[in-house]
């Protein structure tokens, strides 16, 4: 089992839904991550949040909303996704964001939408 | 200058084999190697973690060799076993900058028959 949860595990959603996607970790890590990957490829990064602070954003699209309401948890929220946004969503947390602390990830989350 | 470059992208090893997969960077202000194992449906495992200031890690079966000057590292799995038939990526991170982000290699299937 891993330290970093993310529910739900499975989720399919219709275009014009609006669904959130969920991570926590009580590891006491102050740096969390949203990464997407497709099948057979390897994880993108799309969010850094440091000390609850959003510190990177790879450019994804505004339908992808991250929150990270307090330091244990870190959400995903989803609106108006298109049929290329069907991935498993990653998210991971390291002790801190800088000084090459060791990244542990979630089981992922598998997104399908129609 | 941000890639990895993991090679094959495919393997099959038979029982107690040797397993070898080998990667290589550009950027010089990596300085953290770290290696992920993934099984179908779960999140990347952090397997073993390597620093430039040595050129050997060994954790049970699982070891990396790292080369400095030709900016290469390799992961071998020694008496390979079918339980280690997952997605082996590489990756590499520096302290700084766009190097602080983890940077994946594209990955490699594992197969380890019979």
């Known amino acids: 089992d891993t330290e970093v949860t993310q529910t739900p595990k499975h989720l399919v959603m219709g275009m014009t839904n609006k669904k959130s996607l969920k991570c926590e970790q009580h590891?006491?890590?102050?740096?969390m991550y949203w990464y997407k990957q497709k099948a057979k490829k390897p994880p993108e990064l799309m969010f850094v949040y440091s000390y609850e602070k959003l510190s990177i954003n790879e450019s994804v699209p505004s339908r992808f909303s991250p929150e990270c309401p307090n330091s244990s948890l870190l959400n995903l929220h989803l609106h108006a996704l298109q049929p290329e946004d069907s991935a498993l969503y990653l998210c991971?947390?390291?002790?801190?964001?800088?000084?090459?602390?060791?990244?542990?990830f979630g089981d992922g989350t598998r997104l399908s939408i129609l | 200058q941000q890639q990895v470059k993991q090679s094959p992208q495919s393997l099959i090893v038979q029982k107690g084999g040797i397993s070898i997969i080998n990667c290589a960077y550009e950027?010089?202000?990596?300085?953290?190697f770290p290696w992920y194992q993934q099984f179908p449906g779960k999140g990347p495992a952090l397997l073993i973690a390597?620093?430039?200031?040595?050129s050997e890690k060994k954790e049970g079966r699982f070891t990396i060799s790292f080369n400095k000057s030709a900016k290469q590292f390799s992961l071998h799995i020694m008496d390979s076993q079918p339980g280690d038939s997952a997605t082996y990526f590489c990756?590499?991170?520096?302290?700084?900058?766009?190097?602080?982000?983890?940077?994946f290699g594209t990955g490699t299937r594992l197969q380890v028959t019979l």
């Open positions: 390597i620093r430039p200031d040595v």
């Open positions: 991971a947390s390291s002790q801190i964001w800088t000084g090459n602390q060791p990244q542990h």
């Open positions: 590891m006491g890590h102050r740096a």
């Open positions: 990756a590499a991170r520096g302290n700084t900058g766009t190097a602080s982000k983890l940077t």
């Open positions: 950027n010089t202000a990596f300085d953290y």
